[in-house]
T-cell receptor, first 113, second 117 residues
């Protein structure tokens, strides 16, 4: 199946810095989702986007659904140690949610002390 | 709300044996559940869609006779890896679909680590 192009693959930042990551696709998705996965655990939903152009925030996290429906970005402001982990974007073709998700390859966020 | 559990959390088995993994939605009913597989340092790949009361739908390249899925109730789906081999060693994660007033959302279980010796 298709995979999403997620970048960067990894990020090494200082605590307090802002973070930005994005995903692109060659085809249209009707739903974009961002998940965080800690080692040995399942992904946890951070933000869900359902409309093209939608900008949604969840605390220090902000994500946008691209107008073309082929991309999305996630920003994290003022990073803290617990932000460490792997962030995945995921796209879904159906707006109703009955399809499985197509995941990006992940962005590994590492915060240096 | 929207809690999904998996059992077991990890399992080690000998090559050739079968292993059953359970996925339960604890506080909601899910007519649709999904099974994903994740190899080390890689992304999640959809294996199959599990529908309550009907046959599962498998993604291309996933052997339906090897990965048996049974969605017996609105809160339980099981994945059985039959005649497991070392190459089946992976992290298996399920998700359950919850319906909202606006749209549906998938919530993931904590995963099951399978190691085949």
């Amino acid at each position: 199946g298709q995979q999403l192009n997620q970048s960067p693959q990894s990020m090494f930042i200082q605590e307090g810095e802002d973070v930005s990551m994005n995903c692109t696709s060659s085809s249209i998705f009707n739903t974009w989702l961002w998940y965080k996965q800690d080692p040995g655990e399942g992904p946890v939903l951070l933000i869900a986007l359902y409309k093209a152009g939608e900008l949604t925030s969840n605390g220090r996290l902000t994500a946008q659904f691209g107008i073309t429906r082929k991309d999305s970005f996630l920003n994290i402001s003022a990073s803290i140690p617990s932000d460490v982990g792997i962030y995945f974007c995921a796209g879904q073709y159906s707006g109703g949610g009955a399809d499985g998700l197509t995941f990006g390859k992940g962005t590994h966020l590492i915060i240096q002390p | 709300g929207a809690v999904v559990s998996q059992h077991p959390s990890w399992v080690i088995c000998k090559s050739g044996t079968s292993v059953k993994i359970e996925c339960r939605s604890l506080d909601f009913q899910a007519t649709t559940m999904f099974w994903y597989r994740q190899f080390p340092k890689q992304s999640l790949m959809l294996m199959a869609t599990s529908n309550e009361g009907s046959k599962a739908t498998y993604e291309q390249g996933v052997e339906k006779d090897k990965f048996l899925i049974n969605h017996a109730s609105l809160t339980l789906s099981t994945l059985t890896v039959t005649s497991a081999h070392p190459e089946d060693s992976s992290f298996y994660i399920c998700s359950a679909l919850t319906s909202g007033s606006y749209t549906d959302t998938q919530y993931f279980g904590p995963g099951t680590r399978l190691t085949v010796l």
